[in-house]
C-alpha cells in the first residue's frame, strides 16, 4: 500500500508532528509505537500490517510522536510522557476533529489513556493492545535500557530479529528501516518517560467505552489485566491466536480486528450535538479567553499560570469567571463549549 501524503501540525511548544491519513469510514487516530515513521508504517513488510488492516476497516490517522520519524528530533533533557499530549492536540486540531476512535498499543499507552482521561468529550472509544509495562512510576530500567544505551546497533538488530520478519534479508531491511525512526538520544529519553510515568492518575478518571487485547503469548504479563480492572467499564479479551493478528498478508480477518470490529460495531452511532448555549465568546475578556483555550486543551491551573505567566491565584479567578459568564459547570463543558464556539 502507498503512504499517503505526509502533512505536518506543530505543537504549542514548537514541534512539528507528521501525521497521514488513509482509508474509510469511522476516525481512528492510531498512536505512534517505540519506533514510528509515517512512510514505513504504511509501506514496509513487518511495518505497515498494523496500519494497513486498521485502514481496509476505518479511516486511519497515524501520526510520528515528537523525536521519531518524520517529526522534530531532539527530544528535551525534561522531556516527560505528558509531551506526547501535544502532539496529539496539534494533530486533532489540524484535522478539526469533533470525536474519534483511539487506538494504542504497547508504549503509548499510556498517552492515549491520559489524552481520553482529559477529552472524554473527543473519544468514541478507547481500543489498548498489549499495554506493557508497569502502570505505576519506576525507577527500575526498562528491559531494554542496558543493550539500547550501549550498544544501539545491536540492539536494532535484535529488535529486526524478534519481529514477524519471514526471513533474513527481511530482517536485515528491517534494521535499516528501524535506524530512520528514531535515533538512540531520543529512545533513551522516551524510555526514560515511560519509566517515570504513573498511569493511575488516569486510569480512574476514564470514562469512555473501553477495550483491552491481550495476545496469548503474553498471558503471563499482568499490566494489560491490571489496565482493564482500572478504567471503570473496560472489557479485557484475551487472543487465543499466535502470531500477528493484524497481519493482513494471508488476506484473511484475523482476530485482533474482528474483535475491534464487532467492539466499535456496539458503539452508539455519533450523533450531532445540540447546538451550543450560553453567551458567545465575545462576552469574555481576551485574558478569560485564553484561559477558556488552554481549559479545553487539557491545561491544569498550574499549567496554564506557567503558560501565561500569571499566579495561581489570577488562573483561578479567571476560570470562576469562564464559568460564569459562559454558563458550564465545570472543564468538561468548558471544553465543549470552547469547540462548539470557535475557540478551542
Known amino acids: 500500500m502507498d503512504a499517503p501524503p505526509v502533512q505536518y501540525a506543530r505543537t504549542?511548544?514548537?514541534?512539528?508532528?507528521?501525521?497521514?491519513?488513509?482509508?474509510?469510514?469511522?476516525?481512528?487516530?492510531?498512536?505512534?509505537?517505540?519506533?514510528?515513521?509515517?512512510?514505513?508504517?504504511?509501506?514496509?513488510?513487518?511495518?505497515?500490517?498494523t496500519t494497513v488492516s486498521l485502514a481496509e476497516r476505518f479511516r486511519v490517522l497515524h501520526?510520528?510522536?515528537?523525536?521519531?520519524?518524520?517529526s522534530s528530533r531532539g527530544l528535551s533533557d525534561s522531556h516527560r510522557m505528558e509531551d506526547y499530549l501535544l502532539d496529539m492536540d496539534a494533530v486533532v486540531q489540524a484535522m478539526n476533529l469533533d470525536s474519534f476512535l483511539l487506538f494504542a498499543s504497547l508504549t503509548f499507552w499510556r498517552a492515549a489513556v491520559a489524552y481520553a482521561s482529559k477529552n472524554p468529550h473527543r473519544i468514541e472509544a478507547l481500543i489498548l493492545l498489549n499495554p506493557e509495562a508497569k502502570v505505576e512510576s519506576s525507577n527500575q530500567p526498562h528491559q531494554f535500557d542496558g543493550e539500547a544505551r550501549t550498544n544501539w546497533d545491536s540492539f536494532l538488530g535484535r529488535v529486526a530479529s524478534s519481529a514477524l520478519a519471514s526471513d533474513f534479508s527481511t530482517r536485515l531491511l528491517l534494521k535499516d528501516h528501524l535506524k530512520e525512526c528514531i535515533e538512540q538520544a531520543d529512545y533513551l529519553k522516551m524510555l526514560n518517560a515511560i519509566r517515570t510515568c504513573?498511569?493511575?492518575?488516569?486510569?480512574?478518571?476514564?470514562?469512555?467505552?473501553?477495550?483491552?487485547?491481550?495476545?496469548?503469548?503474553?498471558?503471563?504479563?499482568?499490566?494489560?489485566?491490571?489496565?482493564?480492572?482500572?478504567?471503570?467499564?473496560?472489557?479485557?479479551?484475551?487472543?487465543?491466536?499466535?502470531?500477528?493478528?493484524?497481519?493482513?498478508?494471508?488476506?484473511?480477518?484475523?482476530?485482533?480486528?474482528?474483535?475491534?470490529?464487532?467492539?466499535?460495531?456496539?458503539?452508539?452511532?455519533?450523533?450531532?450535538?445540540?447546538?451550543?448555549?450560553?453567551?458567545?465568546?465575545?462576552a469574555?475578556?481576551?485574558?478569560?479567553?485564553?484561559?477558556?483555550?488552554?481549559l479545553a486543551a487539557g491545561k491544569s491551573n498550574q499549567q496554564i499560570a506557567d503558560e501565561l505567566v500569571i499566579s495561581l491565584n489570577t488562573v483561578r479567578r479567571h476560570v470562576s469567571n469562564v464559568f460564569d459568564k459562559t454558563g458550564v459547570a465545570n472543564r468538561t463543558e468548558a471544553s465543549l463549549y470552547a469547540r462548539d464556539h470557535g475557540v478551542a
Open 12 to 49: 504549542s511548544d514548537g514541534y512539528n508532528i507528521a501525521y497521514n491519513v488513509g482509508g474509510h469510514g469511522r476516525t481512528l487516530l492510531k498512536m505512534p509505537y517505540n519506533f514510528s515513521h509515517a512512510k514505513l508504517r504504511w509501506t514496509a513488510p513487518g511495518f505497515n500490517e
Open 63 to 70: 501520526f510520528d510522536a515528537r523525536g521519531q520519524g518524520l
Open 198 to 282: 504513573d498511569a493511575r492518575q488516569w486510569l480512574a478518571t476514564t470514562r469512555v467505552p473501553t477495550l483491552v487485547i491481550q495476545q496469548r503469548e503474553l498471558h503471563q504479563v499482568s499490566t494489560p489485566a491490571e489496565v482493564a480492572a482500572a478504567i471503570p467499564g473496560a472489557s479485557l479479551l484475551l487472543l487465543e491466536e499466535l502470531g500477528a493478528s493484524f497481519d493482513s498478508a494471508t488476506g484473511r480477518t484475523h482476530a485482533g480486528i474482528t474483535a475491534i470490529e464487532e467492539f466499535v460495531d456496539k458503539l452508539p452511532a455519533v450523533q450531532e450535538r445540540a447546538p451550543a448555549t450560553g453567551p458567545p465568546p465575545d
Open 284 to 294: 469574555l475578556s481576551q485574558r478569560e479567553l485564553e484561559v477558556l483555550r488552554l
